[in-house]
């Protein structure tokens, strides 16, 4: 089992930066994938960005220019740089994995989510 842990959320003001942090921990023999997704209220979630372990990058088109994501693999942690955020972000954010080898079997993980709130 992994555990995620995230941190940063909060509120701030349109044109604000925010910065998500999230770690893993737990048994782990490889996270491969790590990323954020959110969820707005009414809304389904969807992926905000996420880092292969190699380093290729995907992006919401929403966001892309002004959120940066970026993983430290020795350490297990993912965070999201979010910056001239903007009231459409407002959202509970979810830090995500994937962890396992092909032969043991992959698993997909989630974080208790971390509200952001973009509001003047």
């Known amino acids: 089992q992994v555990q995620l842990v995230e941190s940063g959320g909060g509120l701030v003001q349109p044109g604000g930066s925010l910065r998500l942090s999230c770690a893993a921990s737990?048994?782990?023999?490889?996270?491969?994938?790590m990323g954020w997704y959110r969820q707005a209220p009414g809304k389904q979630r969807e992926l905000v960005a996420r880092?292969?372990?190699?380093?290729?990058?995907n992006y919401a088109d929403s966001v892309q220019g002004r959120f940066t994501i970026s993983r430290d693999n020795a350490k297990n942690t993912v965070s999201l740089q979010m910056n001239t955020l903007k009231p459409e972000d407002t959202a509970v954010y979810y830090c995500?994995?994937?962890?396992?080898?092909?032969?043991?079997?992959?698993?997909?993980?989630w974080g208790q989510g971390t509200q952001v709130t973009v509001s003047s």
């Open positions: 737990g048994i782990i023999l490889s996270i491969n994938t």
């Open positions: 880092l292969t372990r190699g380093g290729i990058t």
């Open positions: 995500y994995c994937n962890e396992g080898t092909p032969l043991r079997g992959m698993y997909d993980f």
